[in-house]
């Protein structure tokens, strides 16, 4: 964590070209936090950003901070947050949905019609020393929590979410393809579901 007279933070300028660079520091409007980041984890979407450009459909075609999944310190928060306060350990979802289309009204702002992305261009991302999040979308974790155990909450929740979605039960035989963090939380979220065997592919250096 940084003074609060700095924010220096991971920019990616272009391909193969990622600098430490100084940033405005940001100010909690309402409804916001500003988190002291501690630790973010590094995606396979910011290794495809950094080698090839791109990911998926997203294009970088300007400056942009890299990072999704942080974990951090409450350093000051805005008018109306009266469930975080200076001092809290927190993690990060990293989304911000706009709380007024039809998935957000209906509780599913994680399916919002306008979703936008940290790090995904022009949003930038986490991986910085302070950064402006809306303050709901901010949970504590527990003291004795690691700020690394912090910032895997995001793929440990992606994992979770693919184990229901693939209905995983008593004595099912899984194929994991992938070997990065959620394929290997995969395994651990379901733990509980007693599989028979798994399976699981992925590229030599992931499995180290």
């Known amino acids: ?80 947050v009266t469930h975080l306060q200076v001092g809290d350990k927190v993690t990060l979802e990293p989304g911000k949905p706009c709380f007024a289309c039809v998935q957000c009204l209906n509780g599913t702002y994680n399916m919002c019609l306008s979703m936008k992305a940290c790090r995904v261009p022009p949003i930038y991302g986490a991986m910085c020393q302070f950064f402006k999040h809306s303050a709901n979308l901010c949970h504590k974790i527990p003291d004795e929590m690691t700020m690394e155990e912090g910032a895997l909450m995001e793929p440990v929740a992606v994992a979770v979410h693919a184990c229901r979605r693939g209905g995983v039960s008593f004595g099912n035989k899984v194929l994991i393809c992938g070997s990065g963090a959620i394929g290997k939380n995969n395994p651990r979220a379901a733990s509980n579901t007693h599989w028979l065997q798994v399976i699981r592919t992925g590229s030599k250096e992931y499995w180290k």
């Open 1 to 80: 964590m940084g003074s609060l007279y700095k924010n220096r933070g991971a920019v990616l300028k272009a391909v193969g070209d990622l600098r430490i660079e100084e940033l405005p520091v940001p100010k909690a409007g309402p409804g916001e936090v500003i988190v002291a980041i501690g630790v973010v984890g590094i995606c396979g979407s910011d290794i495809h950003y950094y080698t090839k450009g791109k990911a998926g459909n997203f294009i970088i075609d300007m400056p942009l901070v890299v990072g999704h999944e942080p974990a951090g310190i409450i350093s000051s928060v805005g008018e109306g």
